[in-house]
């Protein structure tokens, strides 16, 4: 296309709506490469950091070099359209077969980023050019910047709320794809140009739109197959909430949870894990009536609190819906709980537990709501503290905040990471509630799935006496609760730093530990 004929100069309001549509998809590409890269590579933090810092960068370097292109600028403006969704479009399943296949993930990440980038950063400059033959600079730049910030909001809103829960990431990026691509076709309709160029443009956006929705169908077999690389029993489900990416996978009768690919448990060891989380906290209150749970959405620390006959209530704090719905209402995972979550004993709150400790009332004596109530028992069962998002749970405000939930008398038990794989971490989160002023008492216990587990048992005085524990236990007796309370010299505690909201000394300890426990 060798200029831009008269009729490609007809202001359209039509191209000018393009610039909410690229900055809509624009984002969620973006949105999408944060989050994939959260979830495959934790600290979601620092990926998210650098993710938008790569996508900005890039997005100046391809305004910059829009300067170069001077004729043709709505066959170009095609063109770029197309590229975008096609690369964009494919970024999901493009990126999670790379994590499969490719030790070189990382850097591919960030090169798959800043092409977008690019050529999103290309595509708004390219449209001013187009109308600004016919509206004023001032009034097209305030119009494009206007629906370009518009857009980004649009994005933000649907992005976490509407597609992920619906689409998933992978069927995310491939309509935002489409989308994008349609935009392409649909340009060629508004401006007048030689028939072959049409044609060429128009051929061009009918074999991405196909390539995408081909795709678009196929993707769940894709992801299926992508998934049987990386884990290594047949996936039985899996999911994207909002929060994280959920995997279940089954073999001769092993069940096991993966979240954002860490595993969670596995059900030929996990009442080792629970048992130990949750009876030596029971059995240290006489009669516990109250108990508070944080994390553990898949119900069995709670399943273990109901074997207590003197338990009245039960709330249980998580995050994420889809945990707790899965775990509730799918037969084959409510089985592995009991059904403890439909128990009419139990209530089931999803939000953030440093949220839901923050907006507590001070509890007041004979209080009876459950949500401003006190608590015999606080269980928290979180993920280890691999980003900063969980590493605040960790800290001297959250077991501060911790304090006010606790009845007189009461007492917590917080899974405290393995002090054998993540010594410095472990001995963190007892000195972090040391600090924040809990009597605590650290043990351990071995989980074949995870090695050398450890656990921090903590009150306003030191817990050291015991009750008898429930019938039909398979881990722990009298006996091997004692046990758990002596550490050997190779796990013995070592100095190091509180974990504060404004250091999170925790995560980097934490990351250090694995990494060099990857090595030896």
């Not at 620092?46 to 829009?66: D, E, H, K, W």
């Not at 678009?216 to 894709?222: L, Q, S, T, Y």
């Not at 096991?256 to 906290?281: C, K, W």
């Not at 509730?328 to 209530?347: F, G, H, I, K, Q």
Request: charged share 20%.
């Amino acid at each position: 296309m060798a200029a831009d004929p008269p009729g490609a100069e007809r202001p359209s309001r039509a191209l000018l709506l393009s610039a909410f549509v690229i900055a809509t998809c624009g984002l969620i590409y973006e949105l999408v490469a944060g989050a994939m890269a959260s979830y495959l590579l934790g600290d979601s933090v620092t990926q998210f950091s650098l993710v938008i810092g790569t996508y900005l960068s890039a997005m100046g370097l391809g305004s910059y070099m829009s300067r170069y292109l001077d004729r043709g600028l709505l066959a170009r403006f095609v063109e770029v359209e197309l590229a975008v969704a096609l690369i964009g479009g494919l970024e999901a399943p493009v990126l999670f077969g790379l994590f499969v296949w490719s030790p070189a993930f990382r850097w591919l990440l960030y090169l798959q980023i800043g092409l977008i980038g690019a050529l999103v950063g290309l595509e708004l400059p390219l449209l001013i050019r187009i109308l600004e033959r016919e509206t004023s600079l001032k009034e097209l730049v305030a119009r494009v910047l206007f629906l370009d910030y518009i857009g980004a909001l649009a994005a933000s809103l649907v992005f976490p709320l509407v597609m992920l829960p619906r689409l998933g990431l992978f069927r995310t990026s491939i309509a935002f794809g489409l989308i994008n691509a349609g935009v392409a076709l649909w340009t060629t309709y508004l401006f007048q140009a030689a028939p072959s160029v049409l044609r060429r443009l128009r051929w061009m956006s009918a074999g991405v739109i196909i390539i995408l929705l081909s795709v678009f169908v196929a993707a769940g077999p894709i992801e299926a197959r992508l998934d049987a690389n990386l884990f290594a029993d047949p996936v039985v489900y899996r999911a994207a909430s909002p929060y994280q990416k959920i995997v279940l996978t089954h073999r001769d009768g092993d069940t096991r949870l993966f979240i954002n690919g860490a595993l969670q448990f596995s059900t030929l060891d996990e009442h080792r894990y629970h048992e130990s989380l949750v009876h030596p906290a029971m059995t240290a209150v006489e009669a516990p009536a109250r108990v508070l749970v944080l994390g553990g959405g898949d119900g069995m620390a709670v399943r273990e609190v109901l074997r207590y006959d003197s338990v009245q209530h039960v709330t249980l704090v998580d995050l994420d819906p889809m945990i707790t719905s899965i775990f509730t209402d799918r037969p084959e995972l409510s089985a592995l709980n009991r059904a403890s979550l439909s128990d009419p004993r139990v209530r089931v709150i999803n939000a953030d537990a440093f949220t839901y400790l923050e907006g507590r009332a001070a509890p007041a004596p004979g209080a009876q709501s459950p949500s401003d109530d006190v608590y015999d028992v606080v269980l928290v069962d979180f993920p280890d503290p691999n980003n900063h998002g969980l590493g605040k749970l960790y800290t001297t405000t959250f077991f501060s905040m911790l304090d006010r939930a606790v009845a007189e008398g009461g007492v917590v038990a917080v899974q405290a990471t393995s002090p054998m794989w993540s010594p410095s971490a472990f001995w963190c989160i007892h000195r972090t509630m040391r600090h924040a002023g809990w009597q605590t008492r650290p043990y351990h216990a071995y989980v074949p799935a995870f090695g050398e587990w450890g656990f921090v048992l903590a009150g306003r005085s030191s817990p050291v006496r015991f009750g008898p524990l429930p019938e039909g236990l398979r881990f722990l007796d009298a006996t091997t609760r004692d046990l758990l309370f002596h550490f050997p010299p190779d796990l013995a505690e070592r100095p190091g730093p509180i974990n504060r909201l404004d250091n999170q000394a925790l995560v980097q300890l934490y990351e250090e530990d694995w990494r060099a426990m990857l090595k030896r």
